[in-house]
């Protein structure tokens, strides 16, 4: 039971560049997450599913895109990066009732030159 | 204004204290609340849930205060593994979660 996996753990890109962050959970959530964590700023959500089929925007959601594929899956995409996207991202999934706590996966950390 | 605040610390404890964070919260329809412990560069991990009436769990003991919007975690009889960011979280609603930037805790023997 591997619960929520992220890859790639570290990417390199260059301005202008496009990538796709790859989550996946196999706890069968309904609630998929993408968050972004920069020093000082704590965590900021970028988009949501609560559901398959479904996606919200966040805080954040400027030059991202996502993508719930199917339950287990919920992609993020950057179509073209720039510097201020440097940071580390976490993927989270959760039961949707409330009072559900999230979990983590080990996150991605994407500098961009 | 953020939506969830904490004092940034960071707290430098000496072993065996008791040790109190604080966070408020501006969204009074918030639905459900948290603590995590996020170590150095790692994931957060859920530490707490946090009810109305107060829990506890071991040395950790969790307070809401819908009225004022506000938060604590007390930390008693602090051990060095204690040391680590601790996260408020509230759950807006439909499980749109803000998390609080962090408070610092450094536990020194």
């Known amino acids: 039971n591997a619960g929520v996996t992220q890859t790639p753990k570290f990417q390199v890109l260059k301005t202008g560049q496009s990538m796709t962050l790859q989550c996946a959970q196999d706890m069968n959530h309904n609630s998929m997450y993408w968050y972004r964590q920069d020093p000082g700023m704590g965590l900021r959500l970028i988009y949501y599913s609560a559901s398959e089929g479904t996606t919200d925007k966040g805080e954040v959601p400027n030059g991202y895109n996502v993508s719930r594929l199917n339950k287990r899956e919920f992609s993020l995409r950057l179509e073209s990066a720039a510097p201020s996207q440097t940071s580390v991202y976490f993927c989270a999934s959760t039961k949707p009732s409330d009072n559900q706590p999230q979990h983590f996966g080990d996150g991605t950390r994407l500098s961009i030159l | 204004r953020k939506e969830v605040e904490q004092d940034p610390g960071p707290f430098n404890v000496p072993e065996g204290a008791t040790v109190a964070f604080n966070c408020t919260y501006s969204n009074s329809a918030s639905q459900s609340f948290f603590w995590y412990r996020q170590d150095c560069r790692k994931e957060p991990k859920l530490l707490m849930s946090v009810y109305s009436s107060g829990n506890e769990d071991g040395r950790f003991t969790a307070q809401l205060n819908r009225a004022s919007q506000y938060i604590s975690l007390l930390i008693r009889d602090s051990k060095l593994s204690d040391s680590a960011t601790y996260l408020c979280?509230?759950?807006?609603?439909?499980?749109?979660?803000?998390f609080g930037a962090g408070t610092r805790l450094t536990v020194k023997p």
């Open positions: 979280v509230v759950n807006r609603n439909n499980n749109d979660m803000r």
